[in-house]
């Protein structure tokens, strides 16, 4: 089992950017793929991107792509979030996802 911590949330006007952290400890998470899921206020969680374990394959969601971009450092067992040009739909609690474990959620508030 793995310990997933994020952070970076916030609340910032719409066309602002954040970057989110997911920090994993208790292993090595550099052989997992690394998945952003959000959750809006009564919505369902939704997935936002994803990445392999070694960075080289990437994938969002169409509501996202060409704003939000995903990475990792797996020397510091850590994902990122990049979301630029920000939009209230936007807002919800981030979630970092590996394997079966998840983070406690993020929020990012987008004003208009």
């Known amino acids: 089992q793995v310990q997933l911590v994020e952070s970076g949330g916030g609340l910032v006007q719409a066309g602002e950017s954040l970057r989110l952290s997911c920090v994993a400890s208790?292993?090595?998470?550099?052989?997992?793929?690394i998945r952003w899921f959000r959750q809006a206020p009564d919505k369902e969680r939704e997935w936002v991107a994803g990445i392999s374990w070694n960075g080289e394959r990437t994938n969002y969601a169409e509501s996202v792509k060409g704003r939000f971009a995903i990475s990792r450092d797996n020397a510091k067992n850590t994902g990122y979030l990049q979301m630029n040009s920000l939009k209230p739909e936007d807002t919800a609690v981030y979630y970092c996802?590996?394997?079966?474990?998840w983070g406690q959620g993020t929020q990012v508030t987008v004003s208009s």
């Open positions: 208790g292993r090595t998470v550099s052989t997992d793929a």
């Open positions: 996802n590996i394997v079966g474990d």
